[in-house]
């Protein structure tokens, strides 16, 4: 459903991503990993476009996307819940939510939205008039999920979201992903904690500068191995 062919990106001059083709199969959870710098969040950019393409093509459902500007991503159901949170720290946990519901606000229905997005994360309705700077990093990344969620997003991309959270809070948002997989949600996964990624994963990508150097089902992942290999450990 979500398709890149041999694209090309980076910033300005610089180029990064290296003709990556990856296929993101509807309903399914797929895994990138890689080093740091590998180009994994500049992918994830690249598909919202944050980023420019400057070859290949981006394609959902077989239509070409690549060239849409960012705020139109909801449009086509596609939400992304970036690295290191993103949360408006002088807004309320509230008014957060309301922003990731932006783009669809006129369908309606946000009461209805806000309701669920406070049963799925009962802590942030106790904290949802808080200022959401107050919160704690567990908190702040249930929030950017939340947020990302107001959308109602059919394909989710998510970029580390487990990052220097506390071992509780990790086992919390692998909870939410398999929930979110079993909702019928395609879901592409940028993350460091890869025995967890991969444990939940369909599909998994290595990435390495700037290329897909793996793509294997998950079932056939060898962490161990690969981690010889591509980490150097
Ligand atoms: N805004 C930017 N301007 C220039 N280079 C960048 C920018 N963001 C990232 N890069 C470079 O792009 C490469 C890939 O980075 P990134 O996509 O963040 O990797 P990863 O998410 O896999 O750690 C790195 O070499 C990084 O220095
Ligand atoms: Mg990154």
């Given at each position: 459903m979500l398709d890149v062919?041999?694209?090309?990106?980076?910033?300005?001059?610089?180029?990064?991503?290296?003709?990556?083709?990856?296929?993101?199969?509807?309903?399914?959870?797929?895994?990138i990993i890689g080093p740091n710098g590998a180009g994994k969040t500049t992918l994830l950019r690249a598909i919202m476009g944050q980023v420019a393409c400057t070859r290949g093509e981006i394609t959902i459902d077989g239509v070409r996307r690549d060239g849409t500007d960012t705020w139109r991503m909801p449009e086509l159901g596609v939400a992304m819940i970036p690295e290191g949170r993103m949360v408006f720290r002088d807004m309320s946990v509230q008014e957060n939510l309301l922003l990731g519901a932006y783009p669809v606000r006129k369908h309606a229905g946000l009461d209805q939205k806000l309701a669920l997005a406070y049963a799925r994360f009962p802590r942030l309705?106790?904290?949802?008039?808080?200022?959401?700077?107050?919160?704690?990093?567990?908190?702040?990344?249930?929030?950017?999920?939340?947020?990302?969620?107001?959308?109602?997003?059919?394909?989710?991309?998510?970029?580390?979201?487990?990052?220097?959270?506390?071992?509780?809070?990790?086992?919390?948002?692998?909870?939410?992903?398999?929930?979110?997989?079993?909702?019928?949600?395609?879901?592409?996964?940028?993350?460091?904690?890869?025995?967890?990624?991969?444990?939940?994963?369909?599909?998994?990508?290595?990435?390495?500068?700037?290329?897909?150097?793996?793509?294997?089902?998950?079932?056939?992942?060898?962490?161990?191995?690969?981690?010889?290999?591509?980490?150097g450990r």
């Open positions: 062919r041999g694209l090309r990106a980076g910033y300005g001059s610089i180029n990064v991503l290296w003709d990556v083709d990856l296929h993101f199969e509807g309903g399914r959870l797929t895994t309705f106790e904290r949802r008039a808080q200022l959401a700077g107050s919160l704690s990093g567990g908190e702040a990344q249930m929030l950017a999920m939340a947020r990302g969620l107001m959308a109602d997003p059919r394909i989710l991309l998510i970029d580390e979201p487990s990052l220097g959270l506390a071992p509780v809070i990790v086992q919390e948002i692998f909870g939410l992903l398999g929930k979110l997989k079993t909702e019928g949600r395609t879901i592409v996964l940028v993350e460091q904690n890869t025995r967890r990624a991969v444990e939940i994963a369909d599909q998994v990508y290595l990435m390495q500068g700037g290329k897909v150097v793996l793509s294997q089902p998950a079932k056939e992942v060898n962490l161990e191995r690969m981690h010889e290999r591509y980490f």
